[in-house]
Every structure is written in structure tokens, then in C-alpha cells.
């Protein structure tokens, strides 16, 4: 990749994990119109149910963190949490048709494995009480392995995980030690050896662009996953958002790679992964060419929510339950109250604890399948689109062809192949995905929102 490209494109641009991004939702969404959104989600055509549960608590914080995660609070205080999420289960519940399948349900923090493993089991036992499931439901936990003993990933199995995400992030100890993370405590061959007798799912997280990481590191990091096999591989960009989270200062003291290197650590790892089977998906996830995310995407049916990739089959509307966690339904986004103890005290009373959201328009509805779609699959036809999405073409063209200027930009650099059919990614575009979704969305004509770089 040029430097010019570089300097050109690596600006500030929306992640598009949702769409619009989660810093348009406003207080003026109340728990009433939550209440709406979940009628309305019972009406659709595709009404499976996804579950997401936030487990805020870490036993330590890493210094790069950019979750809602705090640190591990006393014995009380989480197991009033946990009452806390079985009253909000009961109370949202209510709300949804009882014939819905449930599809998925997703254990994300914050380390959820920080906690009594047991409640994690009485969580998923009140939610499948609740609903039938769709036959092999996704049953998924982040986990960090820097706590969890032999017998630990015996009973998440128990619990009923099916697939585990493991926080590994990088192999190397002193980049570990410098952004203030423990390493695994079993040999991570040992948990890949546990979980795939269980014939569970493994993906593993890694980071690149954290200090002290070189290319010499990272390729001994990236060649020791590979050795290990896991289905699924994510490479994030580190996020430097200082200014949501202080801590990640200290690794600005630390000395952060810049740009060109930090491409290059992510170019190595891709090429790495590539040679050795791995289909990228995305910006950032690898799988194996078998995983059902690859299939997916070969069949044009790769979707995902706030939790990551997922296959139509297992695409549902979320229902989140727990501090910050965010609802992706049809019509809106939910999301609740932060602070621990806000959240405690409103559902305590009752209440939905509904902090802010989105009501999506209609032409907002077609924007979110469409950037959905470019950020999944790299292409938009506008033929199956509008099959798929019961729309007119005219009708999706007119929702996002609104920056033509830039999209011809686009072009002429080379990034995008763009034709009467629809839009497709070239190979020297893939680390630009961002940038074309943002020319896809109207509200980044007049955006004053901050965002952090591609690269
Ligand atoms: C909720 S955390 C993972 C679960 C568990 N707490 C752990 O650390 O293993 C989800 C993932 O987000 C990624 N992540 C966290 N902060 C990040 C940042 N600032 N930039 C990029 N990725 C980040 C990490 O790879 C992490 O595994
Ligand atoms: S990366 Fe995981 S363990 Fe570290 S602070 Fe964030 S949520 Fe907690």
C-alpha cells in the first residue's frame, strides 16, 4: 500500500459493528419505546431470538481495554448482579413470543469466566427454560484464560457452551506484561485439546499495534496460533481511544507502533493465515475453510451483530440483558444504563433499565441492510438486495448512493469496482472497507461524531 493511500484514507471513520454507529443513540429513547420495538419484533419474518449477557467484571483490567469492564467487585455485589440479570431476563421475556426459537445466546464483558462458573450455568438454565431453540444453537463465551484452571473449562462445557472465544490477544509475554495482562494459566494446546474433544467451536483474539510488538513477535505470535488450528481467528486493530479510556495512556508512554508498522504487523498475519488455509471474512476474522462462517459467505448469508459474525441460521434479534449491554432489533437499538449500580437499582425496582437508543427510520432500516451487507460480503448487488430486503432497487440506491463525489473517488484510487450490477472490493481496497461504508451513509455528510482510524 502507498503512503499517499495511507494519508488519504486512515481518518476517523465508524467500525459499522451497527449501523448507525452506537454514538447517535440518544436519552430521548425511553424503556417505553423499547417496550415498542419488542412488539414490533414479534411480528417479522425472521423472529429468532438472540441472547447477549454482559458480565462487566475483569480480576484485572488491561491497560488497552476498550469494553465496558470494570474491576472485580466483592462476592455480594456480583452475585447482586446476577439476581439483577435473572430479573431482567423474567421481565423482558414477557415481551417476547413464546414461540420464538432462541438462536443464540452470547456471554461477553468484561471477562464473563471471571465470575462463579456456576452462575453462568443457572443463566443459561432460566434462558432455555424460556424459549424452544433451533436445532444446534450457538451457546458462546469470551473467555480469558489467564484464570481458568482445568476443571473451569470442564464446567463451562457442562454449563453448555458450545463456543469459546479466547482472549489471547498476543503469545508474547512482555507484551503481555506491558499492557498489564496475565498470560494463559493452562499451555492454551491444553484448552484447544479440552473443548475440541467437546467438539466446541474455538476462536482465538489476538491485538495488533500494541507496544513492544515487532514483526519478528508477532509472526512467532501468529505462527503458534496457526499451529493450534482454532475454526475461527480475530486480528483487531488496536482502538487508541484515550479519551474513553484513560489507562491507554500508559501505552502511549510505552511507545505504540506507528501506521506503516502497524499495517505491516497486520499484513504479515494475514498472509500468514492465508497461506496456511485460513479464508479471511471481513476486516479482521479468519476461519478455517470448513468453519460455517466461511460457508456462509461463500452462500452470501454472512451476517452480524454487536457479538461478531453469524450465519443467517443463526441471526436473531438481541436481547441484551446486563450493565451497557445493547438490543438489535428490527426497528431500533436499546441500550442499557452503564453504571453498575444504576443498572442494579432500576431493575431492583422493576424497571426496564433502558439508559439510550436509536429508532431507525425506514430509509435507515435500508442504509443498515445495505452497510451490513459491504461489510460482511465486500460486494452489494443491488438485484439481491432488493430481493432479499423486499425493496425496490431504486429505493436502496436512493438510501445510499448519497456521496457519489466520494465513491467516484473510491474508484478512481482504485478501492472499489463500482457498475450498474453494485459495488465490489478490490484487494488493495480490503483495509478501506470502512471508509466505503462511510460513503454509503448519509449521516456521515454532516457526522461531528469521533471516531478512530482504520489502520
Ligand atoms: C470483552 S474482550 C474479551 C474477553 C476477555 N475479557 C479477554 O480479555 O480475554 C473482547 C476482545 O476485544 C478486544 N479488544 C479489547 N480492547 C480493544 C482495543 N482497544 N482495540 C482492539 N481490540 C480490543 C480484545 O481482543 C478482546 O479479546
Ligand atoms: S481485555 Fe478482557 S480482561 Fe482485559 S480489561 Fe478488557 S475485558 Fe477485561
Request: net charge negative; charged share 20%; with cysteine.
Given at each position: 500500500m502507498t503512503d499517499l493511500l495511507l494519508k488519504k484514507y486512515n481518518v476517523p471513520v465508524p467500525r459499522y459493528t451497527s449501523y448507525p454507529p452506537a454514538n447517535y443513540f440518544s436519552t430521548d429513547f425511553k424503556a417505553t419505546d423499547l417496550v415498542t420495538a419488542m412488539a414490533e419484533a414479534n411480528e417479522v419474518e425472521n423472529n429468532k431470538i438472540s441472547f447477549y449477557i454482559h458480565i462487566p467484571f475483569c480480576k484485572h483490567l488491561c491497560h488497552y481495554c476498550g469494553c465496558n469492564s470494570w474491576p472485580m467487585a466483592k462476592k455480594e455485589q456480583v452475585e447482586r448482579y446476577i439476581n439483577a440479570l435473572h430479573q431482567e431476563i423474567d421481565k423482558v421475556c414477557e415481551q417476547i413470543d413464546p414461540k420464538r426459537e432462541i438462536a443464540q445466546i452470547h456471554y461477553g464483558g468484561g471477562s464473563p469466566s471471571s465470575i462463579p462458573l456456576h452462575f453462568l450455568q443457572e443463566l443459561n438454565e432460566q434462558l432455555l427454560s424460556k424459549f424452544k431453540t433451533i436445532e444446534k444453537p450457538e451457546i458462546a463465551i469470551e473467555c480469558h484464560p489467564g484464570y481458568l484452571k482445568e476443571e473451569d473449562w470442564h464446567m463451562l462445557l457442562a454449563a453448555g457452551f458450545n463456543r469459546f472465544s479466547l482472549g489471547i490477544q498476543d503469545f508474547n509475554e512482555e507484551v503481555l506484561h506491558v499492557v498489564n495482562r496475565r498470560p494463559s494459566l493452562l499451555p492454551v494446546a491444553e484448552i484447544v485439546a479440552i473443548l475440541r474433544a467437546a467438539g466446541a467451536t474455538i476462536n482465538m483474539d489476538f491485538i495488533y499495534g500494541?507496544?513492544?510488538?515487532?514483526m519478528e513477535s508477532f509472526t512467532t505470535t501468529i505462527e503458534k496460533a496457526i499451529a493450534l488450528r482454532p475454526d475461527r481467528l480475530v486480528t483487531f486493530s488496536y482502538a487508541h481511544v484515550p479519551w474513553v479510556n484513560k489507562r491507554q495512556l500508559i501505552l502511549e508512554r510505552a511507545g505504540l507502533p506507528d501506521n506503516t508498522t502497524k499495517q505491516a504487523l497486520f499484513d504479515k498475519a494475514a498472509s500468514l493465515l492465508q497461506e496456511a488455509g485460513y479464508q479471511p471474512i471481513g476486516m479482521d476474522h479468519f476461519v478455517l475453510p470448513t468453519d460455517e462462517l466461511n460457508l456462509a459467505l461463500q452462500a452470501g448469508e454472512l451476517h452480524r451483530n454487536f457479538q461478531g459474525y453469524c450465519t443467517r441460521r443463526t441471526t436473531g434479534q438481541v436481547y441484551a440483558f446486563g450493565a451497557s449491554a445493547i438490543y438489535q432489533l428490527d426497528t431500533a437499538y436499546a441500550q442499557n444504563e452503564k453504571d453498575l449500580a444504576t443498572y442494579i437499582e432500576m431493575v431492583e425496582k422493576g424497571e426496564l433499565p433502558t439508559a439510550r437508543g436509536y429508532s431507525l427510520s425506514y430509509t435507515e432500516q435500508i442504509t443498515r441492510e445495505v452497510i451490513e451487507t459491504w461489510m460482511c460480503n465486500e460486494a452489494i448487488h443491488w438485484k439481491e438486495l432488493a430481493e432479499r430486503m423486499n425493496r425496490s432497487v431504486k429505493e436502496i440506491q436512493v438510501a445510499v448512493l448519497v456521496n457519489i463525489p466520494q465513491l467516484q473517488e473510491l474508484v478512481a484510487d482504485e478501492l472499489i469496482l463500482w457498475d450498474e450490477q453494485g459495488i465490489e472490493m478490490t484487494p488493495k481496497g480490503k483495509p478501506f472497507i470502512r471508509n466505503v461504508a462511510a460513503a454509503l451513509d448519509a449521516l456521515m455528510l454532516h457526522n461531528t461524531q469521533r471516531y478512530s482510524k482504520p489502520l
Amino acid at each position: 500500500m502507498t503512503d499517499l493511500l495511507l494519508k488519504k484514507y486512515n481518518v476517523p471513520v465508524p467500525r459499522y459493528t451497527s449501523y448507525p454507529p452506537a454514538n447517535y443513540f440518544s436519552t430521548d429513547f425511553k424503556a417505553t419505546d423499547l417496550v415498542t420495538a419488542m412488539a414490533e419484533a414479534n411480528e417479522v419474518e425472521n423472529n429468532k431470538i438472540s441472547f447477549y449477557i454482559h458480565i462487566p467484571f475483569c480480576k484485572h483490567l488491561c491497560h488497552y481495554c476498550g469494553c465496558n469492564s470494570w474491576p472485580m467487585a466483592k462476592k455480594e455485589q456480583v452475585e447482586r448482579y446476577i439476581n439483577a440479570l435473572h430479573q431482567e431476563i423474567d421481565k423482558v421475556c414477557e415481551q417476547i413470543d413464546p414461540k420464538r426459537e432462541i438462536a443464540q445466546i452470547h456471554y461477553g464483558g468484561g471477562s464473563p469466566s471471571s465470575i462463579p462458573l456456576h452462575f453462568l450455568q443457572e443463566l443459561n438454565e432460566q434462558l432455555l427454560s424460556k424459549f424452544k431453540t433451533i436445532e444446534k444453537p450457538e451457546i458462546a463465551i469470551e473467555c480469558h484464560p489467564g484464570y481458568l484452571k482445568e476443571e473451569d473449562w470442564h464446567m463451562l462445557l457442562a454449563a453448555g457452551f458450545n463456543r469459546f472465544s479466547l482472549g489471547i490477544q498476543d503469545f508474547n509475554e512482555e507484551v503481555l506484561h506491558v499492557v498489564n495482562r496475565r498470560p494463559s494459566l493452562l499451555p492454551v494446546a491444553e484448552i484447544v485439546a479440552i473443548l475440541r474433544a467437546a467438539g466446541a467451536t474455538i476462536n482465538m483474539d489476538f491485538i495488533y499495534g500494541l507496544p513492544l510488538q515487532t514483526m519478528e513477535s508477532f509472526t512467532t505470535t501468529i505462527e503458534k496460533a496457526i499451529a493450534l488450528r482454532p475454526d475461527r481467528l480475530v486480528t483487531f486493530s488496536y482502538a487508541h481511544v484515550p479519551w474513553v479510556n484513560k489507562r491507554q495512556l500508559i501505552l502511549e508512554r510505552a511507545g505504540l507502533p506507528d501506521n506503516t508498522t502497524k499495517q505491516a504487523l497486520f499484513d504479515k498475519a494475514a498472509s500468514l493465515l492465508q497461506e496456511a488455509g485460513y479464508q479471511p471474512i471481513g476486516m479482521d476474522h479468519f476461519v478455517l475453510p470448513t468453519d460455517e462462517l466461511n460457508l456462509a459467505l461463500q452462500a452470501g448469508e454472512l451476517h452480524r451483530n454487536f457479538q461478531g459474525y453469524c450465519t443467517r441460521r443463526t441471526t436473531g434479534q438481541v436481547y441484551a440483558f446486563g450493565a451497557s449491554a445493547i438490543y438489535q432489533l428490527d426497528t431500533a437499538y436499546a441500550q442499557n444504563e452503564k453504571d453498575l449500580a444504576t443498572y442494579i437499582e432500576m431493575v431492583e425496582k422493576g424497571e426496564l433499565p433502558t439508559a439510550r437508543g436509536y429508532s431507525l427510520s425506514y430509509t435507515e432500516q435500508i442504509t443498515r441492510e445495505v452497510i451490513e451487507t459491504w461489510m460482511c460480503n465486500e460486494a452489494i448487488h443491488w438485484k439481491e438486495l432488493a430481493e432479499r430486503m423486499n425493496r425496490s432497487v431504486k429505493e436502496i440506491q436512493v438510501a445510499v448512493l448519497v456521496n457519489i463525489p466520494q465513491l467516484q473517488e473510491l474508484v478512481a484510487d482504485e478501492l472499489i469496482l463500482w457498475d450498474e450490477q453494485g459495488i465490489e472490493m478490490t484487494p488493495k481496497g480490503k483495509p478501506f472497507i470502512r471508509n466505503v461504508a462511510a460513503a454509503l451513509d448519509a449521516l456521515m455528510l454532516h457526522n461531528t461524531q469521533r471516531y478512530s482510524k482504520p489502520l
